[in-house]
């Protein structure tokens, strides 16, 4: 198994902490390093780092969420 094949199946079992990120988290197939497919390869590290900010925009929306619903509690009861 090449490293990169071993890096993206890696990569596609990778959760945050048990949250589901809505839209999952597919990963596109490997492609070839002949040098050929560099636009398509551009396309596919885009496409990760848009799921990494979708994930980190969720958590930050979680936690926040969290911040707001704790100190409700500790001013209000």
Do not use: C, W
Request: proline share 4%.
């Amino acid at each position: 198994m090449d490293e990169q094949t071993r890096m993206m199946q890696t990569l596609a079992g990778v959760n945050l902490a048990g949250h589901s990120v809505q839209g999952g988290m597919a990963l596109p197939p490997p492609h070839g390093h002949d040098g050929t497919d560099g636009d398509g390869r551009k396309q596919d590290i885009g496409d990760i780092l848009h799921q990494i900010m979708t994930i980190t925009d969720q958590s930050l929306d979680e936690a926040q969420a969290k911040l707001v619903s704790f100190k409700t509690f500790l001013f209000y009861d």
